[in-house]
């Protein structure tokens, strides 16, 4: 599932570069990356462990480091 979104972060990354705002990246980010989280956290989320868990925390706050959103969202 990371791996998917770390492909996804790559298209953000090439939007931001051609000067996309960023209220839309935010708006793309949740479309193609945060959607598709919470779709399938209802199934494998009371199995996740620690660590996963602080992989995918990981992840989002990078998202926010980048400047694709305006927050830090946690599992």
């Given amino acids: ?14 939007l931001r570069a051609q000067e996309m705002p960023l209220e839309q990246l935010h708006t793309i980010l949740q479309a193609i990356i ?27 706050k990078r998202s926010y480091r980048y400047g694709f959103t305006k927050q830090i969202f946690h599992i």
């Fill in 1 to 14: 599932m990371l791996k998917v979104c770390s492909r996804r972060i790559f298209l953000l990354k090439q």
């Fill in 34 to 60: 945060l959607q598709r989280l919470a779709y399938a956290l209802p199934v494998w989320g009371p199995f996740l462990s620690v660590d996963l868990k602080e992989k995918i925390d990981g992840f989002l």
